[in-house]
């Protein structure tokens, strides 16, 4: 049965921390909403991910900060988590250090597109659905 709190519960942390990617979710500036597979971050409580600079993300953030992702645990689709929240921090990826962290992590190497500067979405979570899965 699915709850809700207002942060992660500790026990599906590994949903926003390991290879597992995200479903973000974000309103257009026309009002459509559009979701994209992207790679996530949670870090003291806010989720992050990243774009290029100039990207149609960022600029829609920038008009509409909410934000929703979801993610499934690829073993277990009854063990999942949904956070809908606002982007509260837009900042540079200084020397793409963010997005090569997160690319050792999904890839298992560095960043390859090196000649595009991006920035860090940073989430504040908002609401917290979930269900621990049918183990």
């Known amino acids: 049965m699915p709850a809700t709190v207002a942060t992660l519960p500790v026990e599906l942390m590994d949903l926003v921390t390991t290879n597992v990617v995200g479903h973000v979710t974000l309103a257009m500036p026309s009002g459509r909403l559009i979701t994209h597979v992207m790679w996530i ?42 956070i809908s929240g ?19 992590r999904y890839m298992g190497r560095t960043y390859p597109m090196r000649d595009l500067p991006r920035e860090i979405f940073v989430i504040e979570p908002e609401h917290v659905r979930f269900a621990k899965g049918s183990r």
């Open 86 to 104: 606002r982007v509260v921090e837009i900042r540079p990826d200084t020397d793409l250090a963010f997005i090569d962290r997160l690319s050792r």
């Open 41 to 82: 971050e949670a870090i003291d409580g806010r989720l992050l991910t990243s774009s290029r600079v100039g990207s149609a993300k960022g600029h829609a953030w920038r008009v509409d900060p909410r934000a929703a992702i979801s993610v499934v645990d690829p073993n277990d689709p009854w063990r999942w988590v949904s």
